[in-house]
């Protein structure tokens, strides 16, 4: 079985065909800049990367671009798109409604384009693309995996707001989660590494965008994310959790709309905000190479908000096995595990510097033989796991 894994964002449509058979990736790109004047799509298949630039002005154009290319006598990797058994979608919201990945039908379709309005910017553009595909591959399935749906195993007294109950119901005014695919391959990965009957894990996906998740038993208990992507973690440009309020005080002080003041918390804040950098690369070279006022103090509130994140995990979840970071910072940043473990002593956590200083994008432990708890990297994969769940549910189907 191959799995055409698809994740669609407003402007770009990252895909990767993955042979179900061994798990093998057959070939991955990224088309970028759609519906502007050039867009670019880059494919690599095995050691050969090639570009193309043409103008796709939608994600139906921009899917039909990435077809020839995957089945291109010269630079794809399929003999034609027949080999294709299965199309997975990473979709944004599964709200209230989806407790696990689902086939896409006209009523699935339905009830998520109406749960668009909890994430409009990432929901509308990850339809659009499931439009796409079954408009070109004709009867290929399609199976959409929610961001949200690993999360969705959280008790009410983790997700629910302090607001009136019936605007909950009326409105679905809850915390959701985000990253779902991600922690659920990295929680699993851990349990396995753990290899005991009960575990309680914390995962750190640490990026652009930043979360954490309590794992009990392979189970989310609470995470960081709540409503929409923008609550929990300082992140490369939104400003993670701050006070309610900061919103109208702000809107009339700069004379703008909530609207803006929102969009201003999404775009313009976090580690941009603070120093005038998105990338945690290019903070790291400004506070140990310039010695950076604001680039010291976004990497100090950034480490902070992590490990006060872990101690009150370590409380819910009445203790703690392990501590996993993933994502593009918690793979490869160094600096930033130092940063965020150097605090965690008090908890009996103890860092094998070197260890540390030599792991980059591999799994590996970080941890002394005499630490209370383990801490490891682990390299997610949400392709395979959108893969997984698009095999598993087909292969039922």
Same mark, same amino acid.
């Given at each position: 079985?191959?799995?055409?894994?698809?994740?669609?964002?407003?402007?770009?449509?990252?895909?990767?065909?993955?042979?179900?058979?061994?798990?093998?990736?057959?070939?991955?790109?990224?088309?970028?800049?759609?519906?502007?004047?050039?867009?670019?799509?880059?494919?690599?298949?095995?050691?050969?990367?090639?570009?193309?630039?043409?103008?796709?002005?939608?994600?139906?154009?921009?899917?039909?671009?990435?077809?020839?290319?995957?089945?291109?006598?010269?630079?794809?990797?399929?003999?034609?798109?027949?080999?294709?058994?299965?199309?997975?979608?990473?979709?944004?919201?599964?709200?209230?409604?989806?407790?696990?990945?689902?086939?896409?039908?006209?009523?699935?379709?339905?009830?998520?384009?109406?749960?668009?309005?909890?994430?409009?910017?990432?929901?509308?553009?990850?339809?659009?693309?499931?439009?796409?595909?079954?408009?070109?591959?004709?009867?290929?399935?399609?199976?959409?995996?929610?961001?949200?749906?690993?999360?969705?195993?959280?008790?009410?007294?983790?997700?629910?707001?302090?607001?009136?109950?019936?605007?909950?119901?009326?409105?679905?005014?809850?915390?959701?989660?985000?990253?779902?695919?991600?922690?659920?391959?990295?929680?699993? #990965?851990? @349990?396995? &590494? $753990? !290899? %005991?009957?009960?575990?309680?894990?914390?995962?750190?996906?640490?990026?652009?965008?930043?979360? *954490?998740?309590?794992?009990?038993?392979?189970?989310?208990?609470?995470?960081?994310?709540?409503?929409?992507?923008?609550?929990?973690?300082?992140?490369?440009?939104?400003?993670?959790?701050?006070?309610?309020?900061?919103?109208?005080?702000?809107?009339?002080?700069?004379?703008?709309?909530?609207? #803006?003041? @929102?969009? &201003? $918390? !999404? %775009?313009?804040?976090?580690?941009?905000?603070?120093?005038?950098?998105?990338?945690?690369?290019? *903070?790291?070279?400004?506070?140990?190479?310039?010695?950076?006022?604001?680039?010291?103090?976004?990497?100090?509130?950034?480490?902070?908000?992590?490990?006060?994140?872990?101690?009150?995990?370590?409380?819910?979840?009445?203790?703690?096995?392990?501590?996993?970071?993933?994502?593009?910072?918690? #793979?490869?940043?160094? &600096?930033?595990? %130092?940063?965020?473990?150097?605090?965690?002593?008090?908890?009996?956590?103890?860092?094998?510097?070197?260890?540390?200083?030599?792991?980059?994008?591999?799994?590996?432990?970080?941890?002394?033989?005499?630490?209370?708890?383990?801490?490891?990297?682990?390299?997610?994969?949400?392709?395979?796991?959108?893969?997984?769940?698009?095999?598993?549910?087909?292969?039922?189907?």
């Amino acid at each position: 079985m191959k799995v055409l894994v698809i994740n669609a964002g407003s402007s770009s449509l990252k895909y990767q065909v993955i042979d179900m058979d061994d798990e093998t990736t057959l070939g991955r790109g990224i088309v970028e800049r759609i519906g502007q004047q050039e867009s670019t799509l880059t494919q690599t298949s095995g050691s050969s990367t090639n570009t193309i630039k043409k103008a796709m002005s939608n994600h139906t154009e921009a899917l039909r671009v990435v077809l020839e290319s995957m089945t291109d006598p010269c630079i794809g990797f399929l003999t034609n798109t027949s080999e294709i058994t299965a199309i997975g979608h990473r979709v944004l919201h599964g709200a209230e409604d989806y407790k696990s990945s689902v086939i896409i039908d006209d009523e699935v379709l339905k009830i998520c384009y109406e749960n668009a309005v909890l994430g409009p910017l990432h929901q509308y553009a990850n339809l659009g693309c499931v439009d796409s595909c079954i408009s070109v591959l004709k009867g290929v399935p399609n199976v959409a995996v929610f961001d949200t749906v690993f999360h969705s195993s959280m008790p009410a007294h983790a997700y629910m707001y302090a607001i009136d109950f019936e605007d909950y119901e009326k409105f679905k005014v809850r915390k959701y989660g985000f990253h779902g695919t991600s922690h659920k391959y990295v929680s699993g #990965e851990a @349990v396995k &590494y $753990l !290899n %005991k009957e009960n575990s309680k894990i914390i995962v750190c996906h640490l990026g652009n965008g930043s979360s *954490l998740a309590a794992v009990v038993d392979g189970k989310c208990v609470d995470t960081s994310m709540g409503l929409t992507p923008l609550e929990g973690m300082i992140m490369g440009t939104r400003s993670g959790d701050c006070d309610p309020a900061l919103i109208t005080y702000l809107a009339k002080q700069k004379n703008v709309s909530a609207d #803006e003041i @929102v969009d &201003y $918390l !999404n %775009k313009k804040s976090g580690f941009l905000g603070i120093a005038g950098v998105s990338d945690f690369r290019d *903070l790291t070279r400004m506070a140990t190479d310039e010695n950076n006022f604001r680039a010291n103090l976004a990497i100090e509130m950034f480490a902070y908000r992590v490990r006060k994140y872990i101690g009150s995990y370590f409380v819910a979840m009445s203790g703690l096995d392990c501590i996993a970071f993933t994502g593009g910072i918690g #793979e490869n940043a160094w &600096y930033a595990r %130092k940063k965020i473990t150097d605090g965690l002593e008090c908890l009996g956590v103890k860092i094998d510097e070197k260890k540390n200083q030599s792991i980059r994008g591999k799994f590996g432990e970080l941890h002394q033989a005499r630490s209370k708890i383990k801490v490891i990297v682990i390299p997610t994969n949400e392709e395979l796991m959108i893969a997984r769940e698009t095999r598993a549910l087909i292969s039922k189907d």
